[in-house]
Antibody
């Protein structure tokens, strides 16, 4: 059964770069025509799509975040990663990774999510 | 402000039927992009409830159903149970913004 697990620092200082990794188990990042996405949810707010990487390496970003976002994949480690630069308190959120079959398709499964707090 | 609009809260008594609306526009739901629904219990990852407007993944009870019409979609839950108390969120794609979009979420309270 495919499982995803996020990992990374839970606390990041303002203006620094947030870095998270999603580790895939029970499947391969490079098998099948799948997309791998990052979604976040600020406390008390709704879900926001951050961006997605296709197994081929193509990336798709939310235009509102595009200038600060980098998503990359590592087939040797069966992982994909997220970097958000120049973070502010507004980037405080639960960050989740998930798989989808296309940009218009549902996300399933999801990782459990990890809370990242931006604070000095 | 979410691109897809959901009511902040709905409530119902055990056994009742409730619906949660998800209102979009001509560039997302109205353009024919599929709507998906998730259930989120506190502190847990979203669980896929409905995909492709009306389809249930295996393991999701048939008490849950989805529909859409025009620029809106709806999630219906029949035979409401205490365990259904959770947040529910819709998702689609917006072609003018080129983004995956979510609703703001609806908190369901079982009275």
């Amino acid at each position: 059964q495919l499982q995803l697990q996020e990992s990374g620092p839970g606390l990041v200082k303002p203006s620094e770069t947030l870095s998270l990794t999603c580790t895939i188990s029970g499947g391969s990042i490079s098998s099948g025509d799948y997309y791998w996405g990052w979604i976040r949810q600020p406390p008390g707010k709704g879900l926001e799509w951050i961006g997605t990487i296709h197994y081929s390496g193509s990336t798709y970003y939310n235009p509102s975040l595009k200038s600060r976002i980098t998503i990359s994949g590592d087939t040797s480690k069966n992982q994909f990663s997220l970097k958000v630069s120049s973070v502010t308190a507004a980037d405080t959120a639960v960050y989740s990774c998930a798989r989808h079959e296309s940009l218009v398709a549902q996300f399933d499964p999801w990782g459990q999510g990890t809370l990242v707090t931006v604070s000095s | 402000q979410s691109v897809l609009t959901q009511p902040p809260s709905v409530s119902g008594a055990p056994g009742q039927r409730i619906t949660i609306s998800c209102t979009g526009s001509s560039s997302n739901i109205g353009a024919g992009y599929d709507v998906h629904w998730y259930q989120q219990l506190p502190g847990t990852a979203p669980r896929l409830l409905i995909y492709g407007n009306t389809n249930r993944p295996s393991g999701v009870p048939d008490r849950f159903s989805g529909s859409n019409s025009g620029t809106s979609a709806s999630l219906a839950i029949t035979g409401l149970q205490a365990e259904d108390e959770a947040d529910y969120c819709c998702q689609s794609y917006d072609t003018s913004l080129n983004v995956v979009v979510f609703g703001g979420g609806t908190k369901l309270t079982v009275l």
